[in-house]
């Protein structure tokens, strides 16, 4: 049997101009250490401290410097209209049946949805802004009070500016989607004025929602009137007269109810003390921002020296070779 010998592979001899092979060497770079950053703090403490002072003294003069505005809130609960006999007639009306759906005093409804969009809508936003002349009062600084007029710098707003700022600072409605309640809320400089808003729009919106099932009766009950002259059976004309007399007594009822809409739970009272601004809030902000603003300038200003301290060791290394 013969022997089989691994083959001899002449060692490589080295050539002049052949590259030997290098491989990198990675090197761990060292973690930044809690001692390096307390020790770059403590180097630059007096520019950190003196950026959150500035901060925290800024916010505070800000703060104190703007006017008070005062919050007026008021509790509503919205009304519930329950059905009557009304629903009992529908039966008995034929052709009549699809106007019944429609008519105040029908069957029990949960208005709560309608009620709160007429207190946010724009239609009476603006209404109350022009009853009560508010445009002078919330754009201030454009309105001359020694001439009456605006100022000839300034342009006039508009009823869409003027309904927009309202929306945005003055008026706030919140329902509370577990009971069903609805705030009012009314932020204004004068406390008493707040407050006077406040009961003043609910007042409004009770108004407007009776006038309008007030309106909506009246004509209800004007159709089957016309409509009963023309019904030949009895017991129709019976159920129809049955109806009117129900739609008078809902119209009766709307008229003497005056909160139809929402039932105050709690008017709104002038506050005593202002909602905003927080002086000790802003001051507790301006202390936050300082502080982030101070680290961040802090590990900015090590960075560019260890970048420029860097590129000189570079600059030295690289004229060194030549």
Do not use: C
């Not at 092979?21 to 403590?42: C, N």
């Not at 520019?47 to 809130?73: D, N």
């Not at 407050?195 to 309106?215: D, F, G, K, P, T």
């Amino acid at each position: 049997m013969t022997d089989l010998k691994a083959p001899q592979v002449p060692p490589l001899e080295r050539r002049a101009d052949v590259a030997p092979l290098v491989y990198p060497v990675y090197r761990e770079e060292d973690a930044l250490s809690l001692f390096e950053l307390v020790s770059w703090f403590h180097a630059e403490r007096w520019l950190a401290a003196a950026l959150v002072v500035l901060a925290t003294l800024g916010a505070l003069g800000f703060a104190l410097l703007m006017p008070p505005v005062y919050r007026a809130e008021t509790l509503l609960a919205p009304v519930k209209h329950e059905g009557n006999e009304v629903s009992a007639i529908v039966g008995q009306l034929g052709e009549l049946a699809a106007l019944v759906g429609s008519l105040p005093g029908g069957a029990a409804s949960d208005r709560s949805a309608e009620f709160v969009a007429m207190l946010r809508s724009r239609a009476l936003a603006l209404d109350f802004i022009r009853e009560n002349e508010l445009k002078r009062a919330l754009f201030s600084e454009r309105w001359d009070p020694v001439s009456g007029r605006w100022r000839a710098d300034a342009e006039a707003p508009s009823d869409l500016e003027a309904y927009r700022l309202f929306e945005r600072e003055v008026r706030h409605v919140d329902v509370d989607r577990r009971t069903g309640l609805v705030s009012l809320a009314i932020e204004w400089r004068e406390p008493r004025q707040a407050a006077a808003w406040a009961n003043a729009l609910v007042a409004e919106v009770n108004a407007r929602s009776r006038a309008a099932a007030i309106e909506e009766a009246r004509r209800s009950i004007a159709y089957l009137e016309r409509q009963v002259r023309a019904i030949s059976a009895v017991d129709v004309r019976q159920a129809v007269y049955r109806l009117i007399e129900q739609q008078t007594k809902a119209m009766a009822i709307a008229a003497a109810r005056e909160e139809y809409a929402f039932r105050v739970i709690d008017p709104a009272v002038a506050p005593e003390e202002p909602s905003a601004p927080k002086p000790l809030l802003l001051a507790l902000a301006g202390f936050a921002l300082g502080l982030a603003l101070a680290v961040a300038l802090v590990l900015t200003r090590r960075a560019l020296h260890a970048w420029r301290a860097y590129e000189a060791r570079r600059r030295g290394a690289g004229q060194t070779d030549s």
